[in-house]
């Protein structure tokens, strides 16, 4: 809840938008070893850079099993060092090797190179593809997002202050001295 909360507060990216895309990528988060915080961080800067919650969240669901299972494609595509994005996938930061190669192929240009991976998905490839060109063009974006999210997410007191401001005013204090 304070990962959510900060992330809507730090972004036009809506707390309902952030939950839903994060439920959508639950399924693979163990297998990629994606944590809540990063899903929930991915989310907001999806929804911060307008896209549409199923396409974005495919999107990404897709380009994490591509980048899984065809990690050494993925790096020459993007002109990443192969051996250092194995080693973030098997040490479990796969939330950075994703920037990384985002990061790489928005400095390249664009996601043109992936465009083969992407190809047996059909017609929505091109969406897919155009959904994490937004991402790599919006990088900045995605880790500030991931920053905000875990920090907000490991001290978990977000929540906590937001109520505390809510019933600690002089409003709720009336309240509760004329409820009692």
Known sequence: GSAINELSQSSTASGKFISDYAQRLSGIATQAHLTTAELLAFGAASDAT???LEVS???LNKFIVQLQTHYKTVAKAAGVDEEALHQMLTMGETANAVVTVLEALSQKGGLSMLAPLMKDLGSDGARLTASLSTLASNIGLVKEQLEIS?????????VTNEYNVKNENAAAIMERMRNS
Do not use: N
């Not at 875990?150 to 977000?158: C, H, L």
């Open 50 to 52: 307008g896209q549409e």
């Open 57 to 59: 969240a495919t999107a």
């Open 150 to 158: 875990r920090d907000a997410f490991g001290q978990a007191i977000s």
